[in-house]
C-alpha cells in the first residue's frame, strides 16, 4: 500500500473508532437506564472504560494530526531541499522558497529581504497566496520588526501586532492594520545578509512556534539557494569574460598582419593566423597538424636549426631570414622571430614564430637602390610622395651637362654587348662622380647625362659643387681609362650653367618626370656641345660666382643657337693652385 493511500486511511479508522466508541456510550446509558428501572445493573467498570476509551482515541487522532502535520512540513522541506539543489538560478529557487512558506504557514504575503554593500534592505522576492510578485505598492510592512531581527539576529513572532505592547505604538504597523507576523534572519555562511518576513493582515494568532521554527528551517534553505546561486553567477560571469577574452584574443590573433605560428615539442604545428596562411599561400587547416620540417620546402632545415636552437637555450631567436617559393606567388622572402612558448609552471610546451613577409620590402629598397644611382639620397629623402603634383616653380639652379665625344663612331666599330659595357662603365663613374657632389640626375640621354644643384633641396655652393663634380668626372673617366683597352676610351665634353629654371613634374598622373625647363637649361646644353673631348665649359656667371677659387682659361666669344648675342665661356682647368698647395 503507498503512502497516499496509507495516510487516509489511518485517519479515517481513528476517526470512524472516535465516534463508535462514543455512539456505543450512548447506547449503553440508555441501557444501563433500562436495566435501573427493573433492577439490574451494567457490569461495573464498563461506562467509565467506554468513555476512556473514546477519549483515548480522539487524543490519539489529535496526535496523528500533528504528527502528519510535522510529516508534512518536513517533505516540504526535504522538497525544498530539492528544489534548491536542482536549480541555479536564483529567482526561480527563492519564488519557490516564499511559495511554500506561504502555503505551509497560511501567511497572506512573503518577502525575502537582502541587504546591499550600504547597509540597505532591497527587496529580492515578494509574493502572495496566490503566487503571485506583488507590485512595489504593495510592500508594506513592519520595518520595526525588521530592523530588530537585523539588530538582534533573532527571529520576531507577533500573534497580533497590533495589540503586541511591543509594537502597538508603531506608524508602520497601525497604518498598514498589520496583525499575524513572523520575521526570521538569513544568514548565509554566518553572515546575516537579510531577512524573510511574512505577514497576514486579517487572521491573529496565525502563527506559532511551530511556524517560527519551520521558517527558521527554510532560512536556511534560502540562504544556501542564495550561495550557490551566487557562487553560480560569479562562475557564470567568469566564464562569459574567459570567453569574451578568448574571443577577443582570436580577434587580435586573426587581425595580426604578422604570420603566426605555434608548435608542440613533436615539432608539429598547433595554430596558425590568416596572415601565415596568406604569407605562406596555404589554407588555415592545411596547415595546423602538418609537420614544421614540411612548411619552407628547401629553407625548413634553416628553420629547424633555429626551433633547436630556441629549445636548448630557451632564449628568442630573432631575424631569422629565410628565403623560399610559394606555389601562387613564387621566391618570397621571409623574416622570423622564434620564441619560446611555455606553460604556467615555465616549462616549454614548444615554440611560437612570428613571420613577416619581406619579399615587397626587398623589391622596394631594391627600386630605392636603384633610384639612388640616378638621383642623390639626400635628395630623395626630401620628396614628399604626398606633396608631388603636376607643374613647378621657378628656382636658380646649376645645370650640368656630359656627353661622351666620338660616341657615335666608337659604336659602329664594336658590337652591341660590348658597345652597351663600354657606355655603362662611363655613365656610371659620371654618375657617381655627381652623387657625390648630391647633384639631381635629370636623365640620360644616350651617351649623355644631365643634372643640376640647388633644387629640391637648397644648397648654397650649388655653383661649387657642379665645377668640383665636373673635375671628379674628368678624374674618374682617367682612372676608368687607366684599365681599359686604347679603343674603348671615351671622353666627355662638359657645360656648366647657373640662372633660373622652370622646376617641376612633367607629364601624366601614372608617370612623372621630375626636370627642370629654360634658357639657362639650353645655355648648359649649348656649351657642352662646344666643349673638345675632355673639357669642361662653364660660362661667365657661374665663373663670377666661384670667386677665383678655381683656375679658369676665357675662349673667344661664340655665337650659339638660340642666342642673340655671343657667349662668353670659359674652360675650368682644376682648383687654384693657391688652394691646392694650401
Known sequence: MSDQTFRPTVEEHLGRLSVMAEEMRGQLVEVQDQLVRSGKSLPTG???????????????????????LERRNLIALAEMSGVVNSSLDLATVLNEVIDTIIRLTGAGRAFLMLKTDMDELDMVVARNWE??????????????????????????????ASADPRFDSQESIVAYNLRSILCVPLKVKGSLTGVIYADNKIKEGLFTERERSLLSAFSHQAAVALDNARLFDSVRRSLDEVTDLKNLMEDVFASIASGVLTTDVDNSITLANRAAAEILSRPEDQI??????????????????????????????????????????????????????????????????????????????????LFERMVSPAV?????????????????????????????????????????????????????????????????????????????????DHVQRAVRAALSLRNKVSELHAGLAKKFRLSFGVGIHTGEALLGLVGSNKRLDYTAIGDSVNVAKRLQES???????????????????????PLEPFQVEGLAEPLQAYELLGEASSKSSG
Not at 461506562?47 to 476512556?52: A, F
Not at 628547401?298 to 631570414?321: F, I, P, W
Not at 658597345?419 to 644616350?446: M, P, R
Open 46 to 68: 464498563l461506562l467509565p472504560g467506554l468513555r476512556q476509551l473514546s477519549g483515548s482515541l480522539t487524543l490519539l487522532q489529535q496526535s496523528v494530526e500533528e504528527h502528519e
Open 131 to 160: 503566487r503571485e510578485s506583488l507590485d512595489p505598492d504593495e510592500h508594506e510592512v513592519s520595518r520595526t520588526i525588521i530592523q530588530r531581527v537585523l539588530r538582534t539576529g533573532d527571529p520576531v513572532l507577533t500573534t497580533n
Open 288 to 369: 595546423v597538424g602538418s609537420p614544421l620540417d614540411e612548411l619552407l620546402g628547401e629553407a625548413s632545415r634553416a628553420l629547424l636549426q633555429g626551433v633547436d636552437q630556441v629549445r636548448q637555450t630557451e632564449q628568442r631567436v630573432l631575424g631569422l631570414e629565410l628565403e623560399t617559393t610559394s606555389s601562387s606567388r613564387g621566391p618570397i622572402q621571409l623574416s622570423l622571430n622564434l620564441t619560446p612558448l611555455k606553460k604556467a609552471d615555465r616549462e616549454t610546451r614548444g615554440v611560437a614564430i612570428v613571420i613577416d613577409d619581406l619579399t615587397e620590402k626587398r623589391r622596394l629598397e631594391g627600386q630605392r637602390r
Open 380 to 460: 630623395i629623402d626630401q620628396l614628399d610622395p604626398d606633396q608631388l603634383k603636376l607643374g613647378g616653380q621657378r628656382a636658380v639652379i646649376t645645370t650640368l651637362f656630359a656627353d661622351l665625344r666620338g660616341y657615335t663612331a666608337f659604336s659602329h666599330s664594336v658590337d652591341p654587348e660590348a658597345l652597351v659595357g663600354v657606355l655603362n662603365d662611363h655613365l656610371s663613374v659620371a654618375a657617381e662622380a655627381l652623387l657625390e657632389q648630391e647633384a639631381t640626375i635629370d636623365k640620360f640621354l644616350g651617351d649623355a647625362v644631365m643634372a643640376w644643384f640647388n633644387a629640391p633641396i637648397e644648397q648654397p
Open 531 to 553: 666643349a673638345r673631348p675632355g673639357a669642361i665649359l662653364v660660362s661667365e656667371q657661374v665663373a663670377d660666382s666661384l670667386h677665383g677659387g678655381f683656375d679658369l682659361r
